[in-house]
């Protein structure tokens, strides 16, 4: 795939960008309480610029001193050296620019309890606009390119632009133009302090994917509101908010474990580019009214293609992918040079945010066991078995669009399947490499072998597939790779297909109502020995 | 515009639908606790066939005699004449087909306690199976054209579907072929006990809308699950779960209180054709299994436009219309007479839903105070306005994309504008008709009058636009409608600019803390000259 607009440099303001990706703000989790640039810190944010990223915004990082766990703050001139180095290390490894993400956000207790903007005085807000300003200001004078205003999620100014703002007064109520008060007298401060050619970027949701939320409808005119107010990207994101949240006993509310936190990083059972419709909406609107600020999506957005595609159909013009990032840094450079091959693909398991919402540093779940940053390899020599499986050296190279009429059931050399319980189970054997196998990608077939798609990737060799319907038939195959991301040739293809239906009992005639003994009858034999087998594993 | 697709026959096994046009079920509460067809419910029903729609899918009657509001029944003999007599009357009225939803439910209980899928036994799970396949023989029975299986929302069926399904056993757990168990023995029990020449279709979940629940990934397995297993007809619902639903003291749960009943029945705030993607994810998979079985896509489609492009871009194959079909059942014949500007506009208020959601009749906010079916007339002369609206008479003929540079502010005959506390409120003086005025359609343009669009409608004479955003120009006209649906030319056009911002209050410098005493500045005298005049209103 030729990639024409997507690695072509973008302006924005003062800022030139190398090409259209973006790494939306990330939780690491990487930073002490103390809220200081540390090593882990540099070296993520080093090695995001090392893989040729356009646009790193780093993650969030507090304009105020308020208590909370582990986060980078900007709230004092002390963070600045810090800050300033961080800056200097990301220029000096490449042409990505970068952005400190600029946060306030309320109290919260282990009770449940939160504060809530309602509890908020005028003086509270009117120092919410100078912190902002004065961290934008901080985010100039240690060195970089610009500065993005948190304004979406469970914080503050998101709060403010909700549709369940309750506030009784200017900053609230039913109107939107009260509602976007207070975010807009923060981009105006931040401009007027940090200057007419600092590029200042709004991050704030598409759609709040609450109970009487709001939706595409007002966040378009949200997002020309904010353009005719200066700022000069904004970039839409959805969900992760308060409301919906699951309280668990004696922790804090962490807004991303309701439906909305689904909805702001869409897990794998989400199709791709769920949120899409969000940038469009608000690119739309923009353009109608003449606003030429860029949009930048996000949401599950998986590769460079798809990403490509985004920019060529005119839904956005900046491509945000936050996880796809995480799993393999160097995706930039890789499809640059033509080699997306090599891309380590995010599989929106999601290990990335259950490590956040257990207070855990946040990694990727495909990267080697207990690393914290993202391995990085120049070796080009795939892994391999030994010996090759059978089918690939009869059709070498045809592995794109397989059609291998001899596709084979049970075991193989290899990987072999069984069918348990109304799920397909594949295992394999591992494969070799020269430097270390780093995992394994898992294809997938429901028509017989004329497409395949990627539907997994894992670092051990056995995997289930829980969402195979009976009646459907299977095919797979497995590819090793490495931690450059070479990948083996696929392995040799199984066929799995589930039984129609487990037979049903006889039917019943004359039962009326059920007698209270009766329960759920044994297990047969056969379904006794699967239980036992599962068991054991 | 033409119809060159909606207003052609279909045909679903061995009914054929005069047109494309589908009534989703949709509650009435109109039949009284027995279960029984009554008048009311008959004239509903009756109406919908005067006005045209291809299929008319009745609300959802139990397959069981459990304990329920106002609900019908098709669980036993004695239901049938009742039921008989509806289908006559419904085909006597014109050529729509009609098929019952045939329904099962679970206990729930005024403390909030419901009874779980957990908590059936298998004697529970086939009597379920036998219970729809006597109401289809009875559907069959009475006359019904076919008849459709309710697998959507908070029910039996969609509960087993659901990605939350927590039984242990064969009908439940990780694998989607165990929860897919029962709804295929269902549609397996129905088939047989029906007959094969007896339409059979299913109406499920595109999409839980839930934290955890399945999305249109599963939802398309599902779909060609389904058609493999014999359904002739695919119907695509969103959300209405209970698992988000909110409870309120003493009241039995009501599904669509939470996120998932907004994404159920998508309010204003909601783009048209919001769920869509759901249709078009089922029949993408349908057709590449070479399945033609047609897919019926609802969720805020407002129109026969509309509904045509859906069709030409081959996105479904029939449009279920529920809220535009009670706001006007007369939306078919209309649209296919080339009438559609007649057709009163459903604006998504979700009255009919609040309704329902507080145990009362569902009516449409639209139709006459106090009925409780909507009007019909076949007057053909248009309210207006005496003196007609001045700019009116320049102009006439060109309010399809008026371009009036005369747009005036403020008062103005009828209409009339004032702008107040960020909102922009209209007042207009009532228009006359020659049997009755049923409401006001309101247009608006926020680019300088290049193109307006109908943002609301409304009974009374008073609306205020809680959308408008400062720093953008907004023109509004209104036009008045009659009962048959015939509109008076617009009205004056008036233009509302909200002040750009309230002043910010002066900045704060030294704030560091906030001092407790500090609390909501007084407000200005403008600000209680406003409070005042909202009061008084």
Known sequence: MSFSKLFTPYQINSMTLPNRLVLPAMVTRLSG???????????????????????????????????????????????????????????????????????????????????????????????????????????????????????????????????????????????????????????????????NDFPIGVRFLGEECIKGGYTTEESAIIALKFAQSGADYISLSAGGKFEDAVHKEGEVLYPYTGYSGDRCMPPMEYPDGYNLHMAEASRRMLRRHGFDTPVVATGKIPSPEFAEEVLQSDRADLIGMARALLADPDLPNKARSGNSDKIVKCIYWNICKALDENFHQVVCGLWPKDEIQAPYSEDTEPPRWEPPPAPLLEKEGEFENPRLSKAGAGGGWPLSVLVRSGNIRLNWKSATDNEAVMGYEIWRSDDGGNTFSHIYSITTSMWTDHLAAAGISYQYYIRAYDLAGNKSAPSNIVRADLPIEVEIPSEVKTVIARPSFMKAPPMSAKEQTVSAEIAQT
């Open 33 to 195: 309480e103390d809220g200081f640039v540390n090593q882990d810190i540099t070296d993520r944010y080093v090695r995001f610029a090392k893989g040729g990223v356009g646009l790193i915004v780093l993650e969030a990082m507090a304009v105020h001193s308020a208590k909370s766990g582990p986060l980078l703050r900007i709230c004092g001139d002390e963070f600045k050296p810090g800050l300033t180095e961080l800056a200097k290390k990301i220029h000096d490894t490449g042409d990505s620019k970068a952005v400190p993400q600029i946060i306030h956000f309320l109290k919260i207790a282990r009770s449940g309890w939160r504060q809530k903007i309602e509890d908020l005085s005028i003086a509270d807000i009117q120092l919410i606009t100078h912190q902002y300003g004065q961290a934008a200001v901080r985010a100039r004078e240690c060195g970089y390119d610009g500065v993005e205003m948190h304004m979406a999620h469970a914080y503050t100014l998101s709060s403010f632009l909700s549709k369940r703002n309750k506030r009784p007064d200017l900053y609230g109520g039913k109107s939107l133009d009260n509602r976007m008060r207070l975010p807009l007298q923060v981009i105006k401060k931040v401009r007027e302090m940090a200057g």
